[in-house]
């Protein structure tokens, strides 16, 4: 009250201009008390409304325009009133013990009377607001992590130039594991951030081997804004929220790694068709025969690398240090490159590995052990090509230092198909499972060693980073597929039995 009646009284005292002068340095030291005592009060609101907004954006929600500018205001006022506050007491110690007076005085309490209304007003609009944050619209397109990959480009102008016939609706992209198939498809996903395009929404989605209806329309859910209880179990509601949204809207869903026919009514995509949404599918799987089934109007395979394709995608990941380390090593080099067979996942995987060999020994005794590499037992899925890839990560596999690093690494093929793994949450389970001890209950240092083993294995290329930041890791499904076959001894003895999202209560018959 006393700052409000501080400012009517200054206001009252300019009706008369007589009296302007000796209005505004009369109580210049109380105003500027008073102007203090304001911004401390300002603060306080301000530290409650920011409060407010961490919280909110916390729950991925959005700081509203009107609070967003009513902060920057209050900062430059904050700003101001300190600088007004020093130079108050610079001019008190030039006029001693006496009262600012004449034209510097009539000006600085012009200046402090402005700031006393100015600080009302931001304290009373602070006061007023009854929301803070938002729920923001989604994002029309989410950039997905990508690496570059050789041999994909006439690929991807292949199936950019199908996206602008009207007849092309649902487009299929097949091949082997490991094969860029992904990679190429997010690169597509990617494009469509450069370029300027008619789609209201590009979305992403991970099918899996292990076909979940529910997951996939919370992915698709959540990118359209939809969200449903908990304990929503029917898949029809959901199929007619997310039914409802796309077809008003022209949009592109991007489906990676299918393994057998998605209904696309029962997750509630609407059909594409030339009449209606002029909406695109496109789609990966390592089975041309899906293709036909998911009615695609195109189909393109995606073939191994090409003999100098596959070469500088070795040497950059064996690097020039390690290659030129020798003489030898560029004719060996040649020899490992041919044995991936244009393979990219093994090519990464094999390169990163070769990169510590320092000896032409080394070099020679792997190409040995790639040549007389035995196909795996049968896997449900694979085929001879499928074989070959799980042989040659293998390498990488019988490379990594120690059991312990091994026995963390096949841990990891516990969890579900491309499910994203937390790290702190993984380095739990590794020391449950008294793979990372022997520090004498040295908490610290044995989790510093898991995060030293995750290093290891996304150096190996073995693990990479998950879906939903740096703090996760996951198994691409060709390495989950090697896993499994090793932990259980080449598929010669049932000594594992990986069977997640069953909710089984009893092992089956094996």
């Not at 050789?150 to 950019?160: A, E, R, S, T, Y």
């Not at 859910?221 to 209880?229: A, D, E, I, T, V």
């Not at 190996?460 to 001894?489: F, N, P, Q």
Request: one cysteine or more.
């Amino acid at each position: 009250m006393e700052i409000v009646s501080a400012v009517i009284s200054i206001v009252s005292c300019l009706w008369g201009p007589t009296n302007l002068r000796k209005c505004y340095t009369i109580n210049l030291q109380e105003n500027v008390d008073l102007l203090k005592e304001a911004m401390d009060d300002l603060k306080s609101i301000r530290n409650d409304v920011k409060s407010k907004v961490d919280a909110a954006e916390q729950k991925l929600l959005k700081c509203t325009d009107q609070v967003q500018r009513w902060l920057q205001k209050v900062e430059t006022t904050e700003r101001q009133v300190n600088g007004t506050e020093v130079e108050f007491r610079q001019m008190a110690r030039c006029f001693g013990n006496c009262r600012p007076n004449g034209w510097s005085g009539y000006k600085l309490g012009k200046k402090v009377a402005k700031m006393l209304k100015d600080v009302a007003v931001l304290k009373i609009k602070g006061e007023s607001f009854s929301e803070v944050a938002y729920k923001p619209l989604p994002d029309a397109i989410e950039e997905m992590a990508s690496t570059s990959a050789l041999g994909v480009d006439l690929m991807f102008q292949k199936v950019l130039s199908w996206l602008s016939e009207d007849e092309v609706g649902i487009i299929g992209i097949f091949g082997m594991g490991g094969i860029v198939k992904t990679t190429l498809l997010k690169k597509i996903n990617n494009e469509f951030l450069e370029i300027t395009n008619e789609f209201d929404f590009v979305i992403w989605v991970v099918v899996s081997k292990e076909l979940n209806v529910e997951k996939i329309q919370k992915d698709i859910g959540k990118r359209l804004g939809l969200s449903w209880p908990e304990n929503e179990s029917n898949y029809q509601t959901r199929a007619h929220d997310i039914r409802k949204v796309l077809s008003r809207k022209k949009f592109m869903l991007l489906l990676d790694d299918i393994w057998e026919k998605l209904d696309l009514d029962m997750v509630g995509i609407p059909h594409p068709s030339k009449r209606k949404n002029m909406s695109k599918i496109i789609f990966t799987t390592r089975s041309e025969d899906i293709c036909c089934r998911m009615s695609a109007n195109k189909k393109v395979r995606v073939e191994c690398l090409m003999e100098q394709e596959a070469w500088d995608l070795f040497l950059w990941n064996v690097g020039e240090e390690a290659m030129n380390s020798h003489p030898e090593k560029p004719i060996l080099a040649k020899h490992i490159a041919k044995e991936c067979k244009g393979l990219p996942l093994a090519l990464i995987t094999i390169g990163r590995a070769m990169a510590c060999k320092k000896t032409p020994l080394e070099w020679k005794h792997a190409i040995s052990v790639l040549s007389m590499s035995k196909p795996p037992s049968e896997i449900s899925g694979m085929d001879d090509d499928d074989d070959d890839m799980i042989l040659h990560l293998k390498f990488s596999y019988d490379n990594l230092g120690g059991e312990q690093i091994k026995s963390c690494f096949l841990f990891c093929s516990l969890f579900p198909e491309d499910y994203s793994i937390g790290e702190e949450e993984l380095i739990d389970y590794w020391i449950g499972e008294g793979f990372l001890d022997g520090w004498d209950d040295d908490l610290d240092e044995v989790r510093n060693r898991g995060h030293n083993v995750i290093g290891i294995l996304k150096v190996a290329c073995l693990l990479e980073s998950g879906s939903y930041g740096i703090k996760t890791v996951k198994l691409h499904d060709v390495i989950r597929d090697m896993a499994i076959w090793i932990a259980s001894e080449g598929g010669k003895k049932k000594r594992h039995l990986v069977k997640v999202g069953d909710g089984l209560r009893h092992a089956p018959e094996v």
